[in-house]
């Protein structure tokens, strides 16, 4: 447990964070560790309307067409799971399941299974990336030519997930659970992603995927006026902190710097490391800019 007592940390340096469902947490956090926090609501999580993929799934299932089921997130297999009791009793369900390879990517998802009496086959270990997954697989020798894998997705689909297990042979089939959309009011992640254009921000805070990429395109709605350049710009002036692996490899992608990730993916370490070296990050990177 991080330690409520209050440090220099940031040291009054602006901290900007996208996190939604634990904002006040997360701006809670920031002043405690000598920060002024610029904390704004990126996302919202909308179970989609109609689970179709879902019951589609589940009709496979229970046919026993698939050979793998690969769960990435725990908030994902719950809702799937609920998702399938609208149609088949659990026990059903999860009878079917267990006749399949199952495969978890962390302990998230992993608790899912063992809470309705379930063992994955394969759990992939930390850092959980897709690679990591994929590298399980190998080392494991599961014989994929041929093999039909479901996907449970977590809002985001993972083309380089998807392709590394169709390179494999794979029949792959993504199974959308949930999805993350834009706040309904735009307007405050927008002033922001602004305020963060104009170099005012000295250090941003990065704790999902998914909030990357929709500061980018709040970035691209500013496109006529250089949003995207601008973007890239401000961050190589600014620390940029990921809270693991996959979101680093996100900004990566998008050609986006990563400055720093904690040493373990908790909210609260995430900022207190980062307080603790967001000094000497920032004076290095202005320097050299």
Known sequence: MVSLETTDGFAGLRVAAFESRMAAEMTALIMRHGGRPLVTPSMREVPLEQNHEVLRFGERLMAGEFGMVILLTGVGARVMLKALDTRWPRAQTLAALGQTMLVV????????????????????????????????????????????????????????????????????????????????????????????????????????????????????????EGGLARLRTALGRTVVSAIGPIVAERLRTHGLPVDFEPSHAKMGIHVKETGERAAALLARKRSAA
């Open 105 to 224: 990517r962390g302990p998230k998802p992993l608790a899912v299974l063992r809470e309705n009496g379930l063992q994955p086959a394969v759990a992939v270990p930390e850092p959980n990336t897709w690679r990591d997954l994929v590298t399980a697989l190998d080392e494991r020798a599961v014989a994929m030519p041929g093999l039909s894998v479901a996907v449970q997705e977590y809002g985001l689909t993972n083309q380089d997930l998807l392709q590394a297990l169709e390179a494999r042979g794979a029949v792959v089939t993504p199974v959308p659970v949930y999805q993350w959309m834009l706040p309904e009011d735009t307007g405050p992640l927008k002033q922001a992603v602004c305020v963060l254009l104009a170099g005012e921000v000295d250090v941003v805070l990065f704790t999902n995927a998914v909030q990357v990429e929709h500061v980018l395109q709040m970035a691209e709605q500013e496109e006529l």
